[in-house]
């Protein structure tokens, strides 16, 4: 532990206004990456990104916040800064779990909050389930926690997933990697995501980019592109679910992932889910924005986020606190 925690390289950064130092922990294949903002003593909250995005995801969000938190942002491996996975090697939840608890024991956390947006959400539901001792709060952003599968349509998806992996590595041998100009890179980011707007793409791109000869190149894996193998149902997402202890707030966008479903059975689903967050008294709240309105419309969300971290961390550490002095 002494010897994770003495490899952890913070590094001070300007390109932030306030105060942000640069986070690095060495793992088998690299190095996870992230920043980190806050005092550091406070509270300690990790931050997990959506797919394809990275850790600037949360840079308009985290100044609103309480300033009483540590805040740690993730780039999740493939994304970002972070290492790319080893060849041969698939993306999946549980590999990110497991990235997760590689930072957290680096840092030394036994106990902190999460907060997740999109896929980081459903990494952060995971980690909660199964490390249910570790996690004080979560917070989930237009993310459900979990993202459950037709169980008939599992082995159909986890062999594209498989054969995609192979084409993959037949063809990216002879492959160069597509360069671009800074402009045209903001362009093709917006094309394939249309819930940024032009400054949060650029804010993205911080990270998200890396200099070529003639330009730059996108930074992240392209395999987090390929069909996901590992796949769980609503049985199992809800028996997951259940194993939470932390205290949860779900802030979903108006126009945000749910829109994208189309499918009966695909928001069945997801009324479930929210269900069973409100039968074990967590919170679900709704603001007017898209999916990535946490970096879009950050005034929206704050609120809600700082109420409950205040709520369910802040004030209980000060009780905690008190009580301690109270026995001295």
């Known amino acids: ?36 903002w806050g005092p550091e003593h406070g509270s300690p909250v990790l931050c997990l990104h959506g797919w ?18 540590r805040y740690v942002a993730m780039d999740l491996a493939g994304h970002g800064c972070s290492s790319h996975r080893p060849a041969g090697v698939l993306y999946s939840f549980p ?18 909050s999460i907060i997740g947006h999109s896929m980081g959400g459903n990494v952060g539901g995971l980690f909660s389930a199964l490390y249910p001792e570790m996690v004080e709060s ?33 063809t ?44 730059v190149m996108f930074s992240r894996d392209f395999r987090i592109n390929l069909k996901n193998v590992v796949r769980i149902g609503l049985e199992q997402s809800l028996e997951l679910l ?42 679900v709240a709704t603001v007017p924005g898209n999916h990535h309105v946490h970096l879009n419309n950050p005034e929206n969300v704050a609120p809600l986020v700082s109420d409950f971290l205040q709520t369910k961390v802040l004030s209980l550490s000060s009780r905690l606190t008190d009580g301690q002095i109270s026995k001295l």
Not at 6 to 31: D, F, I
Not at 251 to 277: I, K, P
Request: one cysteine or more; charged letters at 30%; hydrophobic letters at 40%.
């Open 242 to 283: 259940s194993r939470i202890q932390a205290s949860v707030l779900v802030v979903l966008a108006e126009d945000g992932f749910e829109r994208m479903f189309s499918e009966t059975e695909e928001r069945e689903f997801t009324s479930a889910l929210l269900q069973a967050y409100r039968d074990r008294n967590h919170a």
């Open 1 to 36: 532990m002494i010897n994770a925690l003495k490899s952890v390289r913070l590094m001070s950064s300007s390109s932030v206004k306030q105060a942000v130092s640069e986070l690095s922990v060495p793992v088998p294949w690299g190095e996870i990456r992230g920043r980190v």
């Open 95 to 112: 590999s990110y779990v497991m990235d997760v608890r590689r930072v957290v024991e680096a840092l030394r956390w036994t106990k902190f």
């Open 172 to 215: 990216m041998a002879d492959k160069k990697t597509r360069v671009y100009t800074y402009e045209k890179a903001v362009e093709r980011l917006l094309a394939g995501n249309k819930s940024l707007t032009a400054e949060s793409a650029k804010i993205l791109l911080e990270r998200g980019l890396v200099p070529a000869e003639g330009g």
């Open 138 to 170: 979560l917070v989930l952003l237009d993310s459900f926690g979990f993202l459950p599968t037709q169980t008939k349509d599992i082995p159909r998806l986890v062999r594209q997933g498989l054969d995609e992996m192979i084409e993959y590595e037949k």
């Open 52 to 69: 394809a995005d990275n850790s600037g995801t949360f840079n308009t969000l985290l100044p609103l916040l309480p300033k009483d938190c």
